[in-house]
């Protein structure tokens, strides 16, 4: 949830770097299929290592963080709690980081009560930013206004960075309290700063703000310094204001950029689509895919299925959310649009 709280096995994948040249071990395997986000192979090589007694903590953790990408909430939460349940004592930081996938779970199946618990327990034993976010989150989600903001407070008075101040507001719009959510980053623009990230971040803060013409200033500033992840929301910006030549140079120039070609396919892709030429934004789809940004794999293949549904491709549709489906089961909106597409 806070700062792709999915991606801490990037911390585990470090581990593997050396295993190169010797036969993987079947939680080694799961972590692999971790990465390239075939969470079902990913599971089975989990159970196969709990099976042979092979880091039984650490291959259910591996399990819930699977079910975790697939949106399988309940089932991410069983294999928490059962992580947590093998692990001794002395695994202090392990049972933490455990008990924050726990809540967030927890917060994802709208058990908002269950979540809170696991915070209050977490934070019995010091300060943590993560728990204090996801306690106040959950409190936001039962109209606990005082407690959320007393919550969210401690989240900025413990270093804050751009990134919280982004984190909360999204909270606050995905509750519907947009306006209460903005306070908080006007707070965060008064941040002072001239690093090129600086430029990026308050960037990101006025397009969420709607103040266009200040986002693409301050995005222009941080890509001239060389940050070119602005390019992203420079080509966002294009689109709401339906400048498409600009959208596509820039999503063009993303194509130049390591590590952003999947996020120039994927825009392109929308341009594309908005001037309904739906077979060109499926081959940008199809380009993006090979880019295995794990990242940006899920939108890509969500809009693949748009793609095809627009332009009245329905056997190709139901064939394309039939697999999405199958590695993204917890997806609410994948699942509505199976449902549409069956009456097709």
Same mark, same amino acid.
């Given at each position: ?21 010797? %036969?993987?071990? $079947? #939680? @080694? ?5 971790? $990465? ?19 880091? *039984? ?30 692990? /001794? ?20 199946? $709208? +058990? ?13 034993? =010091?300060?943590?930013? +993560? ?22 407070? %401690?989240?900025? *008075? +413990?270093?804050?960075? #751009? ?19 903005? @306070?908080?980053? /006007?707070?965060?623009? %008064?941040?002072? &700063?001239?690093?090129? /990230? ?8 006025? #397009?969420?703000?709607? $103040? #266009? ?50 996020? &120039? ?14 077979? %060109? ?33 329905? &056997?190709?549709?139901? /064939? ?9 089961? =917890? +997806? ?13």
């Amino acid at each position: 949830m806070k700062k792709g709280i999915l991606f801490a096995v990037a911390a585990a994948l470090c581990l593997l770097a050396g295993c190169k040249d010797k %036969k993987l071990t $079947e #939680y @080694e395997k799961g972590i692999e299929k971790l $990465e390239q986000q075939k969470y079902e192979q990913a599971v089975k090589h989990f159970e196969n290592a709990i099976h042979k007694g092979d880091k *039984s903590e650490l291959a259910w953790r591996g399990i819930g963080i699977a079910r975790t990408g697939q949106g399988a909430y309940d089932k991410a939460e069983e294999a928490f709690v059962t992580a947590l349940g093998v692990t /001794e004592k002395k695994q202090k930081a392990l049972q933490k980081d455990l008990s924050l996938y726990l809540a967030d779970a927890q917060y994802h199946q $709208e +058990d908002y009560s269950g979540c809170i618990e696991t915070c209050d327990q977490l934070l019995e034993s =010091g300060k943590e930013k +993560d728990a204090y976010f996801l306690r106040g989150s959950a409190y936001l989600c039962r109209n606990e206004y005082k407690k959320a903001e007393k919550d969210f407070q %401690k989240v900025l *008075s +413990d270093s804050p960075v #751009y990134q919280d101040y982004l984190d909360i507001y999204m909270v606050y719009q995905a509750c519907d309290l947009t306006a209460d959510g903005v @306070e908080y980053l /006007e707070e965060g623009l %008064k941040k002072k &700063g001239n690093s090129p /990230e600086d430029f990026y971040q308050r960037g990101r803060m006025y #397009y969420y703000l709607f $103040e #266009y013409k200040d986002a693409e200033k301050a995005l222009k500033k941080a890509k001239k310094k060389g940050y070119d992840q602005a390019l992203v929301y420079l080509g966002k910006i294009y689109g709401e204001n339906q400048d498409w030549d600009e959208a596509l140079a820039v999503y063009e120039e993303c194509l130049d950029v390591e590590g952003l070609e999947a996020e &120039g396919y994927n825009g392109l892709a929308v341009c594309a689509a908005t001037e309904g030429d739906y077979e %060109k934004a499926l081959s940008y789809v199809e380009k993006g895919l090979k880019q295995d940004d794990w990242e940006m794999n899920q939108i890509l293949l969500f809009n693949q299925i748009v793609f095809y549904e627009k332009s009245m491709n329905y &056997g190709s549709a139901k /064939e394309k959310v039939t697999a999405y489906l199958e590695m993204y089961p =917890g +997806d609410k909106d994948a699942v509505r649009e199976g449902y549409f597409l069956e009456t097709r």
